[in-house]
């Protein structure tokens, strides 16, 4: 087992590489699968002395509800910012928030803040040295309390358990 492990150091993350691999090229030739296969296994395994620690998902039935999740968040989001947008008479709230985190854990942080990024109309700008606090820029915030509550229970809270942090 610990040969595979040198091997293969990260192999959900292989697995995905592999996936948008094929997705990316919109085939399933077999040269595409090959190829892709042998990349996803060489640039995790080249790249594996620069992560932090292995990627341990405590719940994976719960990953998959929190993609969907974000997915869903994403589209709604989407359709909110072109409401915005388009409606020259609604005035913007922007604003920053300074958003306090419950996880100081690399990934977990990470992914809180790609996130917020990826759901539009908010973006994630910095944490600060002692991950304890993550800068936020909201288009339109009406209510910063009510905004930090919502990242917290919708995503923050999701992601901590997920990753069991």
Known sequence: MNVLKRLVPHPIFSLLLWIVWLLL????????VVLGAVVALILPWATAKFWADRLHVHKPG???????????????????????IMNPMRKLRPAFIEYPLDTDHDFAV???AATISLTPGTVSIDVNSDRSVLLIHGLDIEDEAATIAEIKNRYEKPIREIFGC
Request: hydrophobic share 65%.
């Open 110 to 112: 990470t992914v809180l």
């Open 62 to 84: 719960l990953a998959l509800r929190f993609l969907l999740l974000v997915l869903w968040d994403i589209t709604v989001a989407n359709i909110q910012v072109a409401k915005l």
């Open 25 to 32: 090229n919109n085939t399933i030739a077999m040269g595409h």
